[in-house]
């Protein structure tokens, strides 16, 4: 399924939500207990004829008919749920038919009714709160045992478990299992806000309609994306139901089977998305595999998993899987700070021979000959001005004389622009951008080629090829900066940088012994692999006196962020027009290469690209954000550096890209000749 028809789909279900409003929608007092919020115990003693536990009424409890030292599995239903409602439908008969267990089942339907999303999403809070109080009196007054539960949240269930884990003082949860975890109004930063990792000791995360009614980032310490996480086999648009309805549904009966399947969903080991896509898997994994669902190991210690091709049979169950798997934050041979821009990998295997082993795969003869050194005779920096714009001067950053015989001028702006995995000197966007800039004026334009560090099959180069490269950068930035005689301190530099190149700046800020870098613009920041909280080894907001950055591949290709002092999300930031291609990979591809153009663009544009403040893509999607004439920006090379925030733009699906000016009053404002 194309990632253009996902966005729609985004687009038509938020909307969908919020058609219709009623006086009915309330979100109650925090207040525990309360009357919205029931809890139902099931045994295979009483399946048919649940019974309701209360906090604050002990007798409830100790008369419950529990299934002595028996595991504790809590339910928690989703938006318009209720007890008798999926995810309680599927997984609690799988659980009574497996073996003895107690049961609790979270009802709070009178509180996520439709069409009330709004208010459902803000109680998630509450009836974590209840939730956890529930619990907290269990295992301090009547002598249960918090490693015998288990937390199984569904939709908006998914989040309120991590609710959950904020208020639970009894200690910290074994285990949570978040199905398809709500997307809208849980996008953000706060990790006290959403599901992640840190609410309980093992958190595994099943993804089936990512980007739509699902999250698509990682939350957990495990996360599988069933059938790429985004679309399910089998699903299609019914009158009860849409195709993004049935994906969600999928993911409590995936976990429902795995409760008493035979065969079981299994998982391959990679290190990426990018991998599944290019069917690598294998070649680096060397068949480790891992077992999704109820009985999966809990010392996966985040890794990212998807689950490939679900085959049913006829009784309609889930029969067979076979399931990606990468490491997202704790390995050593592939890093989440990697260097990897999956997009160009993907244009050198079209031409070359695929691996045959891990060894082809990993080779690394040719990559980077010794010494490991900078300057290094495959890191060049090529210098073009107006006059030299056709061959550029190489520079020498040992030799001062490399600098003053060249054509470099002080008094012109300089600007240096870093490529991505498998780019060059005289690739896109190189050329281009700097043909933009000469038809503009006079710059000092130099451009970082270390393509022969980051280029297939060196794979091996990946985590330490940019931090490398960086270490270098570093070099030339700091022979400007103290050259005797065409001297440039760093705040006058602005950095540019696609992709990894745009994380490389960041590490560069890092190795500077004095002074910091004028500004740097990232262009579609690569997700892979930096997708950790360690800001110091990716690009963010203190690494230059103004870090702007543009996001066309957010949360797919490109970080989310907001990383930057303006973030700018084109065409709310991950699915650009034109970009509709045959393949999801190609479309995928796209979208984060649609950044150079625009920025490209920019640099000549006489209406420019105008964006306006909006505090995120819901908000975006949904036309709440309505900016004032005066609160409009320019994105691209010409944006004030008084920018803060996050701002959303508009473009054409062709050339040129700029609409102008959006605001009341279409009087186009100055752009001045140089950023």
């Known amino acids: 399924m194309r990632i253009s028809m996902v966005i729609l789909l985004i687009i038509k279900n938020i909307l969908g939500i919020l058609t219709l409003f009623s006086p009915n929608c309330v979100t109650p007092p925090m207040e525990c207990p309360n009357d919205n919020i029931t809890f139902w115990l099931y045994t295979r003693e009483n399946s048919n004829n649940p019974v309701e536990l209360k906090a604050m009424k002990p007798e409830s409890l100790k008369t419950a008919p529990w299934?002595?030292?028996?595991?504790?599995?809590?339910?928690?239903?989703?938006?318009?749920?209720?007890?008798?409602?999926?995810?309680?439908?599927?997984?609690?008969?799988?659980?009574?038919?497996?073996?003895?267990?107690?049961?609790?089942?979270?009802?709070?339907?009178?509180?996520?009714?439709?069409?009330?999303?709004?208010?459902?999403?803000?109680?998630?809070?509450?009836?974590?709160?209840?939730?956890?109080?529930?619990?907290?009196?269990?295992?301090?007054?009547?002598?249960?045992?918090?490693?015998?539960?288990?937390?199984?949240?569904?939709?908006?269930?998914?989040?309120?478990?991590?609710?959950?884990?904020?208020?639970?003082?009894?200690?910290?949860?074994?285990?949570?299992?978040?199905?398809?975890?709500?997307?809208?109004?849980?996008?953000?930063?706060?990790?006290?806000?959403?599901?992640?990792?840190?609410?309980?000791?093992?958190?595994?995360?099943?993804?089936?309609?990512?980007?739509?009614?699902?999250?698509?980032?990682?939350?957990?310490?495990?996360?599988?994306?069933?059938?790429?996480?985004?679309?399910?086999?089998?699903?299609?648009?019914?009158?009860?139901?849409?195709?993004?309805?049935?994906?969600?549904?999928?993911?409590?009966?995936?976990?429902?089977?795995?409760?008493?399947?035979?065969?079981?969903?299994?998982?391959?080991?990679?290190?990426?998305?990018?991998?599944?896509?290019?069917?690598?898997?294998?070649l680096i994994s060397l068949n480790e595999q891992v077992l999704y669902g109820e009985y999966g190991l809990r010392n996966l210690s985040l890794v990212y998993v998807s689950i490939k091709d679900v085959v049913s049979n006829r009784q309609g169950r889930i029969q067979n899987a076979t399931v990606l798997s990468g490491f997202a934050a704790t390995t050593s041979n592939f890093g989440i700070n990697s260097g990897l821009c999956p997009f160009q990998i993907f244009g050198y295997i079209t031409q070359r021979k695929k691996p045959q082993s891990v060894r082809d795969l990993l080779k690394t003869g040719s990559c980077i000959p010794a010494p490991y050194r900078c300057p290094h005779p495959k890191m060049q920096y090529y210098l073009y001005t107006r006059t030299t714009q056709e061959k550029g001067e190489l520079l020498n950053t040992l030799d001062n004389d490399s600098l003053t015989r060249s054509r470099f001028n002080t008094k012109h702006p300089t600007k240096v622009v870093v490529h991505g995995f498998g780019g060059g000197r005289n690739l896109s966007p190189s050329t281009d951008m700097r043909n933009a800039y000469f038809a503009r004026g006079n710059y000092n334009i130099i451009i970082v080629d270390y393509g022969s560090l980051v280029k297939e099959p060196c794979l091996s180069q990946i985590e330490w090829a940019p931090r490398f490269a960086a270490t270098c950068i570093t070099q030339l930035v700091e022979y400007l900066q103290y050259h005797p005689k065409k001297a440039v301190p760093p705040e006058k530099i602005h950095t540019i940088g696609y992709s990894v190149g745009a994380h490389i700046l960041g590490l560069v800020a890092n190795h500077l012994s004095e002074g910091k870098?004028?500004?740097?613009?990232?262009?579609?920041?690569?997700?892979?692999?930096?997708?950790?909280?360690?800001?110091?080894?990716?690009?963010?907001?203190?690494?230059?006196?103004?870090?702007?950055?543009?996001?066309?591949?957010?949360?797919?290709?490109?970080?989310?962020?907001?990383?930057?002092?303006?973030?700018?999300?084109?065409?709310?930031?991950?699915?650009?027009?034109?970009?509709?291609?045959?393949?999801?990979f190609q479309t995928l591809s796209c979208d984060h290469t649609k950044v150079t153009p625009y920025f490209i663009e920019s640099i000549t544009s006489p209406v420019g690209f105008w964006a306006g403040p909006c505090p995120n893509l819901f908000s975006y999607l949904i036309g709440w954000c309505e900016p004032k004439d005066t609160e409009y920006v320019l994105m691209g090379e010409h944006v004030t550096h008084k920018a803060r925030g996050v701002y959303y733009v508009t473009t054409n699906a062709n050339p040129p890209y700029a609409r102008g000016f959006p605001g009341k009053n279409r009087k186009l404002r100055s752009i001045s000749p140089y950023s």
Not at 234 to 248: A, I, L, Y
Not at 517 to 530: A, V
């Open 517 to 584: 870098l004028g500004r740097i613009t990232g262009l579609d920041p690569t997700i892979f692999f930096y997708m950790g909280n360690n800001r110091s080894r990716d690009l963010d907001y203190t690494d230059a006196h103004f870090v702007d950055i543009l996001h066309t591949g957010a949360g797919i290709l490109g970080q989310w962020g907001p990383n930057g002092h303006a973030d700018f999300y084109v065409n709310g930031g991950s699915s650009q027009p034109g970009c509709a291609h045959d393949t999801i």
């Open 67 to 282: 299934v002595k030292g028996a595991p504790i599995k809590i339910l928690i239903h989703g938006y318009t749920g209720h007890q008798n409602f999926s995810p309680n439908t599927e997984i609690r008969p799988a659980y009574l038919e497996c073996c003895n267990y107690n049961i609790i089942t979270v009802d709070y339907n009178k509180i996520a009714l439709e069409p009330c999303y709004i208010e459902a999403a803000r109680n998630t809070e509450l009836v974590g709160m209840c939730t956890a109080q529930l619990i907290d009196e269990m295992v301090t007054n009547h002598g249960f045992r918090l490693t015998d539960i288990h937390i199984i949240g569904f939709s908006l269930g998914g989040q309120t478990a991590g609710f959950i884990a904020n208020y639970l003082k009894a200690g910290k949860l074994p285990r949570i299992s978040a199905l398809d975890p709500a997307l809208p109004l849980f996008a953000t930063m706060d990790n006290r806000k959403k599901i992640d990792s840190g609410d309980a000791d093992f958190v595994d995360v099943l993804h089936t309609n990512a980007l739509s009614k699902g999250k698509l980032e990682t939350c957990g310490h495990a996360d599988f994306f069933a059938n790429g996480g985004y679309t399910q086999p089998g699903c299609m648009q019914t009158e009860n139901q849409t195709k993004s309805g049935c994906d969600h549904a999928r993911a409590p009966m995936y976990f429902a089977e795995s409760i008493i399947t035979k065969t079981g969903f299994y998982a391959t080991k990679c290190f990426s998305f990018i991998a599944y896509l290019l069917g690598w898997c294998d």
